[in-house]
């Protein structure tokens, strides 16, 4: 599937900003089964300085630099981008979750594709026992990573209650976890922390969801905004695999990948400093427009 992709970030000041400076994580890359047609960043006042790079992971980073006072700032993305549908294994098939856990753990590359860095704790995901112990449930002994995967992705989407407000972009995997209800970024955290509990990689995938879908098909939750689920390891063989935990689904082309990291501290869309008094206020709309199906790209089988 092609889609143009439109994204406005607004910021709002109580007070002039004197300086400002930024790094944007909003520029999408090529990836296994996605290719970047075109993309455009525009940004309100425009920067004195602004200079492209890319993280350790290959996400794009856009640093800025604002120098005339203003009291908003404006971010807008522009992106037209294909996506392959996923092509999932026969979950039966996949390899017991102990042999990937295995096969990680004896692993001796630590490159920007390896699993090894997406294992262990991290700025916002800690390895939490009862989380670990929740995960474990859906990982019973031998069992295909894949259906035990599955079934932790359905059991959160069952257990947890989408609640917009009820959680804030520093609220940690176990306070989440206990109030049961959060968005998308704590049930992708959730997730993880679990995963990684039982030895088991798992990356933050940060993006977009497919805002109009089939008359039939029910809206998707977290359409219309940025979008969080989780990039699970499944042994050399099968790579990783996308699981969305929001939506009981699996990450395939209604998804559209913009920044990967070891959890939402890795991929935030726009962090930095401004020299200012009083708070401020973000606003963020997203719109994912179907162009037309696309054919075969690449084999999703890294990050």
């Known amino acids: 599937m092609i889609y143009d992709i439109r994204q406005v970030t607004s910021c709002a000041y109580a007070s002039p900003v004197a300086h400002a400076h930024h790094v944007l994580r909003l520029t999408p890359v090529n990836r296994p089964g996605q290719r970047v047609h075109l993309s455009a960043l525009r940004i309100e006042p425009p920067p004195v300085k602004a200079r492209e790079g890319a993280d350790f992971f290959g996400n794009r980073l856009t640093s800025i630099t604002i120098n005339e006072a203003h009291s908003t700032l404006a971010v807008k993305v522009s992106a037209r981008i294909a996506v392959e549908p996923a092509v999932m294994p026969d979950a039966a098939a996949a390899p017991a979750w102990e042999t990937v856990r295995d096969e990680v753990f004896a692993a001796t ?40 995967a599955l079934e932790l992705n359905h059991r959160i989407k069952t257990d947890m209650t989408y609640e917009i ?50 008359a039939e098909q029910a809206q998707l939750q977290g359409a219309d905004a940025m979008h969080a689920w989780v990039m699970v390891w499944c042994g ?6 996308g699981f969305d935990p929001t939506n009981d689904m699996v990450a395939s082309d209604d998804h559209v990948v913009l920044a990967v990291g070891r959890d ?26 179907p162009v037309q199906p696309t054919a075969s790209l690449l084999p999703q089988n890294a990050l």
Request: net charge neutral.
């Open 109 to 148: 590359d630590i490159g920007p594709q390896s699993p090894v860095h997406f294992l262990f704790t991290s700025r916002m995901v800690s390895l939490d026992p009862e989380i670990r112990d929740y995960a474990r449930q859906s990982f019973t002994p031998g069992r295909s990573i894949v259906e035990a």
């Open 165 to 214: 407000g009820a959680t804030t972009v520093t609220t940690t995997a176990p306070m989440s976890f206990a109030l049961r209800r959060g968005v998308c970024q704590d049930f992708a955290h959730i997730m993880i922390s679990g995963l990684r509990g039982l030895g088991l990689p798992a990356a933050y995938v940060s993006g977009y969801l497919r805002t109009t879908r089939n």
């Open 264 to 289: 939402y501290s890795d991929v935030a869309p726009m962090d930095g400093v401004i020299v200012a008094a009083g708070g401020q206020r973000i606003t963020v709309s997203v719109s994912v427009t």
């Open 236 to 241: 050399e063989a099968l790579g990783w695999l």
